[in-house]
């Protein structure tokens, strides 16, 4: 990953001219040259990924093997982060965790996302009736914290993967519809949908063309907060056994249940799942914080096609007193 | 302003019914119902009529007569129903339940705002020093780590190397009030160090927004000396948005403390709801969830009129 990132710094030395590259290649340069945190966030993203999608080759055992000889066995050379009561690896149980968070972490937000972006373009768009029935609905959902009601739901759904992932997509995807009606009802005035109405463009193309991608950056920054969210939920869903069941290795399950009368015995058992877990969740923050500023709706204007309002983008963005 | 509360209220009543009937339903639609549960469990009984056990729980009628039923009682008499375990009635396990769950809730929101508060403002009057890059660190740290993490390391820690384990037994607050927080405080800290971390930023930025207005520069013009410009000019009208940020923690403070309650065994609303669900106590369900939308939407009523408090530029109608 630092060979990557020292690349892209190179060819920002080499090639300075703007226009030739594509948006997300400036946003990547302007990430590395603008935030140090949040390139480290993003290195941090990026290897979670890695080391989810190839767990199978970084493993050094399998992740549910027992060495029941070995149990509760101190780190060392064999066993890096040591054992636990099963006599199981921990690296590879964590490894296989990290795989696990991508999942319910990326997949989670997605659905999250996508219900939002439906939701809230559908009310903020067409308003009226529909609108005010569909809002009573997510404030009824609102009324209960949201913990409370994944509880609820998940019992009676009972534990798997994929429920917790559906249950907190949607949870979230709900509440996060406001933001979206919000931002729909926000555009909805301009005069641009005003004149795509008057050609003639039909309600399914002037949201596809019109509202979607003048409401992407609150939809990105809602994607990349939900991302952490998710692993954070799945991990203390897991952690009061409603989540992942046992024995599939999640950061939270591995702190919850028979381990806990072990931790005394083997403290190690209790530390790395957590450091894996803040790591991730810390990292991935950083790394939507720098995306926020990055694509601030106030400072987007017309970043990828009028090479003027990129200039005055980023010349307000250099201001010293703008607030993060 | 009475008015106002009025309407609100007013409002909030059809959500409710609607929240309610939402966790009404689903609770009973879904397989895997109490009396399957019912059943394994008295299955050491000989000849044991289902039926009976069903018409006593009030459960062989439709589902929308049983949430008339149910609306109908508590409208009527008050009364929210019965356990469907243990028979003790709902109003008196929650009134048992619910004082934890607010003292465990107000004391991590103030060890919240303690450590939120001042950090947030130091990190605003000393921007981009090594100082203000070291509590946004921390404020993100605080985000990041788990409540849960902390109180499983905070309960194997201290005993492996000293021996002591925290002792988590409750003592309610009326009983022994200085007990009681001293039981209270190493779940409120854990609980509260994650939604400082929000607090804290929020607290930054709004100071940074407050410190450029004109007004601060007239109160520094007219001499004023740092303390009294940061206290009564600038911290006045930053805070004036973080209380909506403090009003929006508390659903997940009350998420937090179930987990929290959970791993110290406190006897809360958050592990009322958790066992009740595991067994399928559907009254015991609807009466807690019930509890928690009407308390949810007092406390956003109470957070409203806060900012007529602080600000004096807000009048309700």
Not at chain 2, 186 to 191: E, F, H, I, Q
Not at chain 2, 223 to 234: A, C, N, P, S
Request: charged residues 10%.
């Amino acid at each position: 990953m630092k060979i990557a990132n020292s690349n892209s710094e190179r060819s920002s030395g080499i090639n300075t001219n703007r226009k030739t590259r594509s948006a997300p290649v400036r946003m990547l340069i302007r990430l590395i040259k603008e935030k140090p945190l949040g390139t480290a966030g993003a290195v941090i993203t990026l290897a979670l990924l890695l080391i989810g999608l190839f767990a199978n080759q970084l493993a050094p055992y399998p992740p549910n093997a027992p060495h029941v000889v070995d149990a509760l066995a101190a780190p060392s050379a064999k066993y890096i982060l040591g054992t636990d009561n099963l006599g199981r690896d921990l690296l590879s149980r964590i490894i296989f965790g990290a795989r696990i968070s991508v999942v319910v972490g990326l997949v989670g937000a997605l659905i999250s996302v996508s219900l939002s972006t439906i939701l809230g373009t559908l009310c903020g768009y067409f308003g009226g009736k529909f609108d005010l029935l569909v809002q009573r609905f997510v404030d009824a959902w609102m009324c209960f914290p949201g913990m409370v009601i994944i509880l609820v739901v998940m019992s009676i759904l009972g534990q798997g993967m994929w429920q917790v992932i559906l249950v907190l997509g949607i949870q979230t995807g709900i509440s996060g519809s406001r933001v979206v009606r919000s931002a729909v009802i926000g555009i909805k005035g301009n005069v641009y949908l005003q004149a795509a109405v008057a050609i003639g463009g039909s309600t399914p193309q002037i949201l596809a063309k019109h509202v979607l991608p003048n409401i992407l950056a609150p939809i990105i920054i809602m994607f990349s907060m939900a991302v952490p969210n998710m692993i954070m939920s799945e991990s203390g869903l897991s952690f009061l056994g409603y989540g992942i069941p046992p024995p599939t290795p999640s950061w939270g399950g591995m702190l919850s249940g028979s381990a806990r009368a072990f931790m005394f015995m083997a403290p190690w058992m209790a530390i790395w799942p957590g450091v894996a877990l803040a790591f991730v969740v810390y990292g991935v923050n950083m790394f939507g914080d720098a995306l926020r500023d990055i694509l601030d709706p106030r400072l987007r204007g017309g970043v990828g096609r009028y090479g003027v309002k990129v200039k005055k983008a980023v010349s307000i963005k250099s201001n010293p007193g703008t607030p993060q | 302003m009475w008015q106002y509360i009025t309407r609100r209220l007013l409002l909030a009543i059809p959500t409710i019914i609607l929240a309610t009937l939402i966790v009404f339903i689903t609770i009973r639609l879904i397989p895997g119902s109490i009396l399957t549960l019912m059943e394994q469990q008295y299955s050491y009984i000989q000849n044991i009529n289902m039926d009976v056990i069903k018409h006593n729980l009030g459960l062989d009628v439709p589902v929308y007569v049983q949430y008339f039923r149910w609306v109908g009682n508590i409208i009527l008499h008050g009364d929210f129903g019965k356990s469907m375990w243990t028979t003790t009635s709902v109003i008196s396990e929650i009134s048992a339940a619910w004082p934890v769950t607010l003292e465990l809730g107000i004391l991590a929101i103030i060890i919240s705002q303690l450590i939120a508060l001042p950090i947030g403002i130091f990190s605003a009057l000393r921007q981009d020093t090594w100082g203000d890059y070291l509590a946004r660190s921390f404020a993100i740290l605080f985000i990041a780590i788990p409540g849960f993490w902390i109180a499983t390391l905070v309960m194997v820690f201290p005993s492996i190397w000293w021996g002591w384990t925290p002792s988590i037994v409750y003592i309610p607050f009326v009983k022994d009030p200085i007990g009681s927080l001293g039981m209270f405080i190493l779940p409120a800290v854990v609980l509260g160090l994650n939604g400082s971390g929000s607090t804290m930023r929020m607290t930054r930025t709004m100071m940074l927004e407050v410190m450029r207005q004109d007004y601060i520069r007239t109160a520094w013009a007219k001499g004023l000396r740092e303390r009294v410009v940061v206290t009564r000019h600038t911290l006045k009208n930053a805070l004036i948005p973080v209380v909506t940020i403090i009003g929006m923690q508390l659903p997940s403070v009350i998420g937090g403390a179930v987990i929290i309650e959970t791993i110290f065994g406190l006897p809360g609303m958050g592990r009322l709801i958790v066992t009740s669900t595991t067994q399928r106590d559907y009254t015991m369900v609807s009466g807690v969830m019930l509890f928690f939308a009407v308390g949810l939407v007092l406390i956003n009523i109470i957070v409203d009129l806060t900012y007529g408090i602080l600000d004096p530029r807000v009048h309700y109608k």
